[in-house]
């Protein structure tokens, strides 16, 4: 009988947890099911940080960044001994069904963890990186790709108005979602993404010429990671180059995982929630909540594991158009 579920958060925070969280809550307590919540990700469910959820606790959230249940990316869980201790804690408290919201490095563990110990588990996917496979969309990505478009906005005033060429890294880790989007959406002059192979030397002519025939204000998005050094990277190449421009970088950071979610995050995170709930109470387990195709479904957890959401051919294929992307 699944009248005790827990709940947890692990790996980077997004914008949209606490709206998963709140939609959790909610449903499980409307059909009579018992939520716990599990502090500090995998960390927490090994040290068995668990206190019960009530609706106080989630009301009013779901406009809150970040996560009520903290979160962290925990060494321990890819030790197969810290799983056993985790399933040991999970049967300590008398617990039957697990949600893990996290990206593709604890959805990948989640699939370990389930099938190792038969334990039903159903994930959510979230990251403002994008990369998890088998959703067009996690958790996160929305807002986080909004607050980028915020900020080069107003980094494009100041572009503009003094004529500099200004590098713009963003985050992604190893994915060019947040640069493409981003780039896409500010009308960037170049966009550099980890999925293509970076010709500098294109870069470098298409700039010059820009610079020749005046274009002195120039919007260069660059995912982290995607050459050596990242912006720092590239404002070197620009300034061993071009001394003559006045070229300024911006590492935009982790103003990117923070902030109220969007709309979209919001409802993304609120269904995602809803449909893992449901599908944990009537017996689906090792599962991710997925939404593909404008459509929600389930995929197999080994279908996330190890795999990463590739960048959309066609949207490379009109930021090539747009921008130079290299
Ligand atoms: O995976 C999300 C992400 O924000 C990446 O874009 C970034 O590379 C990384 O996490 C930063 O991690 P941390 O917050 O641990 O520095």
Redesign the pocket.
Known sequence: MMNRIAVLTS??D?PGLNAALHAVVLIALKNNVTVIGIHDGYDGLIDGRFFEMDLPMVRNIVDRGGTILRTC?SNRFFEFEWRKRAFEQLKHHDIHGLIIIG?NGSLTGAGLFTREFEFPVIGIPK???NDVNGTDYAIGFDTASNTIVEAVDKIKDTADSTSRVFVVEV???HAGF?ALRSGISVAASAIIIPEIKPDIHKLLSFVEHNWRIGNHSMIIIIT??SIPEGGMGLKKIFETHYPEFDTRLTILG?I??GGSPSAFDRTLASTLAYHATMALLHGKKGQMAAFTDNKFKFIPLSEVANKTHRVDDELMKVASQLSILI
């Open positions: 790996g980077g997004v990316r990206g990251t403002i990186d985050m992604g880790r947040l982290e990671h982790h990117q995982r």
